[in-house]
């Protein structure tokens, strides 16, 4: 198992840009959240994904967007990039429930826009 | 909403030295704590999961408590090695789908 893979690893883009953020999982994992890490404000929940068809928002959703048409797939899509989306994306994947939801992070993309 | 503290946010010890980290969450009726490594530069990596029932966990020389009374885990390292040097965050869901809410973690270096 390749567990959770996340591309790009690196990305710079100029102010008002659009890009996708990719992430994939092959566990069969019902859930997969996207988190932001930035210093000093630890890691925080943008999106998450309860299943195929499925997305709500978390702590700071503003200037991202979801959707998920797979359950392997949860692309992470930017819409128009400012300075303030600057950080380290992880994608998170995990099986719902209270005694199983472990959650396996992928390596992250490192996104600078400037 | 749960909320998660990580005291202290740096940590330096001495090679061979026993770690311990700690971990506060304000609401008692926890469903589980997930405590994660993260290397400079990486990904979270899951070192131990403890279910709610549950007062320890152990793998190797990590060694993860829970008390839920108190509003406490603890996460002790063995006879500490200059590879464990990393930040050691911890997480607890606050809702039965799992979404997180983590601490802000501990730099943790480990010395020669």
């Known amino acids: 198992n390749a567990g959770v893979t996340q591309t790009p690893k690196f990305q710079v883009l100029k102010t008002g840009q659009s890009m996708t953020l990719q992430c994939a999982q092959d566990?069969?994992?019902?859930?997969m959240s996207w988190y932001r890490q930035d210093p000093g404000m630890g890691l925080r929940l943008i999106h998450y994904?309860?299943?195929?068809?499925?997305?709500d928002q978390g702590e700071v959703p503003n200037g991202y967007n979801v959707s998920r048409s797979t359950t392997e797939d949860f692309p992470l899509r930017l819409l128009s990039a400012a300075p303030s989306q600057t950080s380290v994306y992880f994608c998170?994947?995990?099986?719902?429930?209270?005694?199983?939801?472990?959650?396996?992070f992928g390596p992250g993309t490192r996104l600078t826009v400037l | 909403k749960q909320e998660v503290t990580q005291i202290p946010a740096a940590l330096s010890v001495p090679e061979g030295e026993n770690l311990v980290l700690n971990c506060s969450f304000t609401d008692s009726a926890i469903y589980n704590l997930q405590w994660f490594r993260q290397d400079p530069g990486k990904g979270l990596t899951s070192l131990l999961l403890?279910?709610?029932?549950?007062r320890e966990q152990t793998s190797g020389r990590l060694n993860a408590s829970l008390d839920k009374s108190s509003g406490r885990s603890t996460l002790y390292i063995a006879a500490s090695q200059p590879g464990d040097s990393a930040t050691y965050l911890c997480?607890?869901?606050?809702?039965?789908?799992?979404?997180?809410?983590f601490g802000a973690g501990t730099q943790v270096v480990v010395t020669p």
């Open positions: 403890i279910q709610s029932s549950q």
């Open positions: 998170a994947s995990s099986r719902p429930g209270l005694a199983y939801n472990e959650q396996f």
């Open positions: 997480a607890s869901p606050t809702d039965s789908w799992g979404k997180f809410q």
């Open positions: 994904s309860v299943g195929a068809g499925i997305t």
């Open positions: 566990m069969n994992h019902e859930y």
